[in-house]
């Protein structure tokens, strides 16, 4: 779920906040941004093929990174908010693929690969969004943010638990209602 991926994003934070503390708080929150971004596609165009590059983000990721660590330090958090959406690109493989109720397994189809013109299938590790082990997940990165962070990074690290926590518990009942109010 999208929240995992914030929780995810803003993980990416925590080498910098120890080797340059400065950067911590633009970078956890940079990667807050990053691993909501590839959803935005659910909003409009295809989801998890508009916005999603599985293979593609990751070049200028890396090339970011090399710039932060050579030239420019503050480059790092463009690197961080790109990454972002790489890791929640690539990581949709790990879940199921697109539909209503994703737990019904009918389509594989994870995630868009731009580069080899096709889509990914799905692995089911995370059996659908909203699932236990998926607000297991969205702990396990956000607690460590929480801990280590503070100010707005904190507070967004706490944030997704607390919206995790209800979507989990209602995520099987979503269907129905989303199909009631169209
Ligand atoms: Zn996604």
Redesign the pocket.
Same mark, same amino acid.
């Given at each position: 779920m999208v929240l995992t #991926?914030i929780a995810v994003g803003m993980a990416l934070s925590l080498p910098v906040a120890v080797v340059a503390p400065d950067l911590a708080a633009s970078t956890a929150v940079g990667g807050a941004i990053g691993g909501a971004f590839?959803?935005v596609d659910l909003l409009f165009g295809d989801h998890?093929r508009t916005l #999603?590059f599985p293979v593609l983000y990751w070049p200028p990721a890396i090339a970011l990174a090399v710039v932060a660590l050579v030239v420019s330090p503050i480059t790092i958090v463009a690197a961080v908010v790109v990454g972002a959406a790489a890791v #929640?690109?690539a990581s949709?493989v790990l879940g199921a693929g697109e539909e209503l109720r994703p737990w019904e397994r009918t389509n594989p189809d994870a995630?868009y690969d731009h580069l080899r013109g096709r889509w990914l299938r799905a692995q089911y590790i995370v059996r659908y969004d909203g699932a236990p082990e998926d607000l297991l997940l969205t702990v396990a990165f956000s607690t460590p943010v929480a801990v280590c962070l503070d100010g707005l990074p904190r507070w967004i690290a706490v944030l997704t638990v607390i919206l995790a926590l209800p979507y989990t518990i209602v995520r099987k009942r979503l269907p129905n209602q989303f199909e009631k109010i169209l």
């Amino acid at each position: 779920m999208v929240l995992t #991926h914030i929780a995810v994003g803003m993980a990416l934070s925590l080498p910098v906040a120890v080797v340059a503390p400065d950067l911590a708080a633009s970078t956890a929150v940079g990667g807050a941004i990053g691993g909501a971004f590839p959803d935005v596609d659910l909003l409009f165009g295809d989801h998890r093929r508009t916005l #999603h590059f599985p293979v593609l983000y990751w070049p200028p990721a890396i090339a970011l990174a090399v710039v932060a660590l050579v030239v420019s330090p503050i480059t790092i958090v463009a690197a961080v908010v790109v990454g972002a959406a790489a890791v #929640h690109s690539a990581s949709d493989v790990l879940g199921a693929g697109e539909e209503l109720r994703p737990w019904e397994r009918t389509n594989p189809d994870a995630v868009y690969d731009h580069l080899r013109g096709r889509w990914l299938r799905a692995q089911y590790i995370v059996r659908y969004d909203g699932a236990p082990e998926d607000l297991l997940l969205t702990v396990a990165f956000s607690t460590p943010v929480a801990v280590c962070l503070d100010g707005l990074p904190r507070w967004i690290a706490v944030l997704t638990v607390i919206l995790a926590l209800p979507y989990t518990i209602v995520r099987k009942r979503l269907p129905n209602q989303f199909e009631k109010i169209l």
